[in-house]
């Protein structure tokens, strides 16, 4: 691929640091999602891309990384995305100094943009750390709203997972459809990763991590960590409920409980 256009965009590296897709870097310095059609090969699937990647060329969010371009070839489907210089959540989440400078500006950065592209009926569905970048002032961008629909999609004779098992909802470990509850989950796993420097559950093995998910309680935050109030226990539990039905409806619901909970709790 390197030295080749794609559409208007020359090709001049691979990252290949997203599971969904080959990711390159163009001569523009914007990052490339690249689909093959050679895998994407389902005859709804030309359909399904635009009509997924289409509406997030219209949104204007601070904490949103846009889509400036989509398109396709004879064998590949794409589109381009600012290629930032931050580093993903992810590559930072050994920094518990700069966790904890950053915890709450995160958490209610991210649960205004979920809510926000909750309201225009788009969700996330598979949301890790990995999917959104931090600056040296705590601000986020978040990048993969929708791509969920894509991952299923893949025809090679069984589902393909695209999702790391680490920070998915139960209902996704189950393989069943995902929602804006499965957003709030994964807010919730996310929050308690940043806030404690540990994921609630730990696995060896992806199932490990999904049959963790689907049956074993939501772990006290505060006994992980005795700097948290004991107030956000609750606030998790619910958070992370099994049944999406009893976690909060929104989450801006879960940002306000958290607020709630930390009000009168000494900062370090």
């Not at 963790?212 to 226990?233: M, Y």
């Not at 619901?253 to 709790?265: G, L, V």
Request: aromatic share 10%.
């Amino acid at each position: 691929m390197i030295g080749r256009h794609i559409g208007k965009h020359l090709i001049v590296e691979e990252l290949n640091d997203y599971s969904r897709a080959t990711v390159y870097r163009t001569d523009a310095n914007l990052m490339l999602q690249v689909y093959s059609k050679g895998i994407y090969r389902s005859a709804s699937f030309s359909d399904l891309f635009y009509e997924c990647v289409a509406p997030l060329r219209e949104f204007t969010h601070p904490a949103i990384v846009p889509v400036l371009d989509i398109g396709e070839t004879n064998d590949v489907y794409y589109f381009a995305i600012p290629n930032t210089a931050f580093p993903t959540l992810g590559r930072v989440l050994d920094d518990l100094q700069l966790l904890r400078h950053c915890a709450d500006k995160v958490i209610e950065q991210l649960a205004n943009v979920l809510e926000f592209v909750h309201f225009h009926d788009i969700i996330h569905g598979e949301l890790t750390p990995d999917d959104i970048f931090i600056d040296g002032e705590c601000n986020i961008f978040v990048r993969g709203f929708n791509m969920h629909r894509l991952s299923p999609k893949l025809s090679i004779g069984r589902p393909t997972p695209m999702f790391d098992p680490a920070y998915v909802s139960p209902e996704l470990a189950r393989g069943y459809p995902v929602d804006k509850q499965s957003d709030v989950y994964t807010l919730g796993v996310i929050s308690f990763h940043v806030l404690t420097g540990q994921l609630p559950y730990h696995g060896t093995s992806p199932i490990q991590y999904l049959l963790a998910h689907i049956s074993n309680p939501v772990p006290s935050i505060s006994e992980r960590d005795p700097r948290l109030s004991s107030s956000l226990d609750a606030v998790f539990k619910k958070a992370m409920a099994k049944n999406s039905n009893d976690r909060y409806e929104t989450t801006g619901e879960f940002w306000q409980a958290y607020r709630e909970a930390t009000a009168n709790c000494p900062s370090d």
